[in-house]
């Protein structure tokens, strides 16, 4: 029994590594660039893998192997990034009690008080303004902002009381200046509109409930991590991952409804003789086995 455990695993790890393994004689080469384009390759050393070495899949010496991984970069990796998201995201929406959609600008006045602010930071850190690229100046501005919309989180979360998941994308607007589109998702407890939009104090903002089995928020805001390299997300820990107690009461809401409205069709329908008040009486000549 123990030589049969034994090949059945050798046979399964030979498997899995030649579904990994590409062409080459130097080390080990792994396989997890999926479809990109233009893949980057990333060297590794370790120690042998003591059940490797008892399956005799390797000698007891230092492993070298090359990972083949994700540019995220092309066009190729910029689509992946927004399927992956999206549907992370329609998890969500189909997990939580409510969710808002909604937009975060920063106005003119704000805009520029974030844009010295990023540019004190940098002089402060030994760069020069004159060298600083377009793509730079808007990756500082947008970590200064990030600041801000963190603590609009957390004054959201403070001042309704809930238990919120979100996801944030950050796009270059035409102005220069960055703007985000952002789900938030409802847990326990409620959000007021009026509540998520006073709270942003730097600029436009509006937000509205995304309808019941309506997805189109999810594809929108992953819209934009498949336009530009440059757009960036934030999002709740494990998100797209709803836990298991989550999606069973979801169901168990979904089943409630559904049982709700076939009871109130069947009592409302011409061709049912029992009145709503015969069906709330259990029939005990029937049985029940």
């Known amino acids: 029994?123990?030589?049969?455990?034994?090949?059945?695993?050798?046979n399964q790890v030979q498997?899995?590594?030649?579904?990994?393994?590409?062409?080459?004689?130097?080390?080990?080469?792994?396989?997890?660039?999926?479809?990109?384009?233009?893949?980057?390759?990333?060297?590794?050393?370790?120690?042998?893998?003591?059940?490797?070495?008892?399956?005799?899949l390797e000698p007891e010496t230092q492993r070298v192997a090359t990972l083949l991984t994700r540019c995220r970069k092309c066009a190729k990796c910029l689509r992946h990034?927004?399927?992956?998201?999206?549907?992370?995201a329609v998890d969500e929406?189909?997990?939580?009690?409510?969710?808002?959609?909604?937009?975060l600008t920063l106005s003119p006045e704000k805009a520029l008080q974030l844009q010295y602010a990023s540019e004190l930071r940098k002089v402060r850190q030994?760069?020069?303004l004159a060298e600083l690229a377009d793509t730079d100046r808007f990756q500082a501005i947008r970590e200064e902002a990030s600041v801000e919309v963190t603590k609009w989180l957390k004054r959201v979360r403070k001042n309704s009381g809930a238990t919120l998941r979100y996801l944030l994308v950050c796009e270059h607007h035409k102005s220069g200046m960055p703007h985000w589109h952002?789900?938030?998702?409802?847990?326990?407890?409620?959000?007021?509109?009026?509540?998520?939009?006073?709270?942003?104090?730097?600029?436009?903002t509006h937000f509205r409930l995304v309808p019941p089995g309506d997805n189109n928020a999810a594809y929108y805001c992953a819209k934009y991590l498949g336009k530009s390299a440059e757009a960036r997300?934030?999002?709740?820990?494990?998100?797209?991952?709803?836990?298991?107690?989550?999606i069973a009461e979801k169901v168990e809401h979904l089943l409630g409804e559904l049982m709700f409205q076939t009871t109130k069709h069947d009592a409302t329908s011409p061709t049912v003789k029992m009145t709503q008040q015969e069906m709330m009486i259990p029939n005990i000549n029937s049985s029940i086995f």
């Open 1 to 10: 029994m123990g030589a049969l455990a034994a090949n059945i695993g050798r």
């Open 15 to 56: 498997e899995w590594l030649g579904d990994l393994r590409v062409g080459g004689s130097s080390g080990t080469r792994l396989q997890f660039a999926g479809d990109c384009s233009q893949p980057c390759e990333i060297f590794c050393r370790g120690l042998p893998d003591k059940i490797l070495v008892g399956l005799k």
């Open 81 to 88: 990034r927004q399927q992956l998201w999206a549907a992370r």
């Open 93 to 103: 929406i189909t997990v939580s009690g409510r969710t808002w959609f909604g937009t």
């Open 126 to 128: 030994g760069w020069q």
């Open 182 to 204: 952002i789900l938030l998702h409802e847990r326990s407890g409620k959000v007021l509109k009026r509540k998520l939009e006073a709270s942003w104090g730097y600029g436009f």
């Open 233 to 246: 997300l934030r999002a709740s820990l494990q998100y797209g991952s709803p836990s298991m107690e989550t």
